[in-house]
């Protein structure tokens, strides 16, 4: 049974340009949520999607955006990409939107130059 | 919003027994979950609390005191594996329904010989 999936596992982009991340969650699951991760602190929630709406967001701009397909994964968006958005990008996966236990793929390392 | 504070940094012997702290400021609170990070790897879940008491999962405890806002993370019969970044995150309620974890800046547990 595969795990939480993400692709690419690396990307550098240049200032200004727009990105697309893919993550395919764990057999089963419905419920995909994304997340930041800046070098040395913990995870920040972007937002969470279910039945391919955005449920909840956090605090991050309108840059980010996602979508979730019928087969349940899904994909963030980043446009106009700023320097200050270079991280790690984690997606974690979920049985239910309310699940305790969240199954986080190994990210995408995002380098902005 | 949703705020934690836990240690930035622990040392402990191999074999020893560690407590990482955990506070937690809430409007609202489902329960408080702890991840385990490797450098460059996944965030992987160990436990979940709702209610107040212990929960035990082979050499890690979990405890919640919700009236105090506190928890900690027990990790008994240290081994040089358990060096590793340790999470502390808070299931809240929002407007949406959905609920995506917020997590605090992580405790770097440093194990020696």
């Known amino acids: 049974d595969a795990g939480v999936t993400q692709s690419p596992t690396h990307l550098i982009k240049t200032r200004g340009q727009q990105v697309t991340l893919r993550c395919s969650p764990k057999?089963?699951?419905?419920?995909v949520s994304w997340y930041q991760q800046a070098l040395g602190q913990g995870p920040q929630f972007i937002f969470q999607?279910?039945?391919?709406?955005?449920?909840q967001r956090g605090n991050f701009p309108d840059r980010f955006s996602g979508h979730q397909f019928p087969n349940y994964s899904s994909e963030l968006n980043v446009n106009a990409l700023l320097l200050g958005d270079s991280a790690l990008y984690l997606c974690?996966?979920?049985?239910?939107?309310?699940?305790?236990?969240?199954?986080f793929g190994q990210g995408t390392r995002l380098t902005v130059v | 919003g949703q705020s934690l504070e836990q240690p930035s940094e622990v040392t402990a012997v191999e074999g020893a027994i560690v407590q990482i702290n955990c506070t937690y400021q809430?409007?609202?609170?489902?329960?408080l979950s702890w991840y385990q990070q490797h450098d460059g790897g996944a965030p992987t879940f160990l436990s979940y609390?709702?209610?107040?008491g212990l929960e035990e999962t082979g050499r890690f405890s979990s405890f919640l005191s919700r009236s105090d806002s506190y928890g900690y993370l027990l990790l008994q019969e240290l081994q040089m594996k358990d060096s590793a970044s340790y999470f502390c995150?808070?299931?809240?309620?929002?407007?949406?329904?959905?609920?995506?974890?917020?997590f605090g800046k992580g405790t770097h547990l440093i194990i020696q010989p």
């Open positions: 974690a996966s979920s049985l239910e939107r309310v699940s305790a236990e969240a199954f």
């Open positions: 057999s089963g699951h419905d419920t």
């Open positions: 999607y279910y039945e391919e709406e955005e449920r």
């Open positions: 809430t409007s609202g609170f489902y329960g």
């Open positions: 609390n709702a209610l107040d």
């Open positions: 995150a808070v299931r809240a309620p929002s407007g949406g329904g959905a609920d995506g974890l917020t």
